[in-house]
């Protein structure tokens, strides 16, 4: 819903530029499919409405695996990570000759893993990186880090997060400290929290059957607990946004 000036003063304010990085995934019979898209979604649109943010749409087909159950009959769509590598490097490298430096891509699905990181967000993590090197290889030629004296402030600009590697980030939703005060679970109390908090309509207890051990404690859910949460998740994705 941008019109092109505003893409403009956006590129030249380096307005961060975000994205839901989502799957859709069987979350028990009290959850809709889409929770680890919507709830970062929902925050996205939150802080919009407060701050200059580029809401790029959400992604939705990533690797959801079916770990958790199979697709038949209840709606989980697993997409392989070399697929998404693929695309990936595609949106990146249309996203980065727009002109765009401040591209961040917050994700939920297996977040926990993000130190080891899991098939959905490493296959958009590694185009990320594979994307800037072509683009600065195909702009200023092979040898453009080694042989420019301009790049003497690499180790500078690394420690300070304004190198040409930081042009596009793929972080998790919830910090390591926001996953500390609420660890993250499948459909259980925490997950279900969250999204009374960020899509309470995605939630219906009333569909609630005890049938999986993972969601065991979904009746536990409440909007205090959600609020808590929600004011915390904001706070901190504010002041990563504004680094």
């Known amino acids: 819903m941008m019109f092109p000036d505003q893409i403009r003063e956006a590129i030249d304010k380096n307005t961060p530029v975000v994205m839901a990085l989502g799957v859709i995934e069987y979350h028990a019979e009290h959850l809709c499919p889409g929770v680890d898209t919507l709830v970062v979604q929902g925050a996205l649109e939150m802080l919009e409405k407060e701050m200059d943010l580029v809401v790029l749409p959400p992604f939705w087909y990533g690797a959801a695996s079916y770990a958790v159950s199979a697709p038949e009959r209840k709606g989980g769509i697993h997409v392989d990570s070399g697929v998404l ?3 990936a490097r595609q949106l990146f490298y249309n996203l980065l000759r727009i002109g765009f430096r401040n591209i961040r891509l917050f994700y939920h699905h297996q977040s926990e893993n993000f130190a080891s990181g ?3 967000d490493l296959a958009f993590r590694l185009a990320a990186k594979q994307e800037i090197f072509a683009m600065l290889d195909r702009e200023q030629g092979e040898g453009w880090w080694g042989e420019n004296p301009e790049s003497a402030n690499y180790y500078a600009e690394h420690e ?5 590697f930081s042009w596009i980030r793929v972080e998790p939703f919830m910090s390591a400290e926001a996953q500390s005060r609420w660890p993250i679970d499948h459909a259980g109390e925490q997950e279900t929290s969250l999204m009374l908090a960020f899509c309470p309509e ?3 207890m009333k569909r609630f059957d005890g049938k999986y051990w993972y969601a065991q404690h979904a009746p536990k ?5 959600a609020e808590k949460a929600k004011a915390f998740i904001l706070d901190d994705l504010r002041k ?3 680094e």
């Open 202 to 204: 995605g939630v219906d």
């Open 85 to 87: 590598n693929v695309f």
């Open 221 to 225: 859910a409440n909007t205090e607990y």
């Open 240 to 242: 990563r946004l504004t």
């Open 118 to 120: 899991m098939p959905n």
């Open 160 to 164: 300070a997060g304004t190198d040409p």
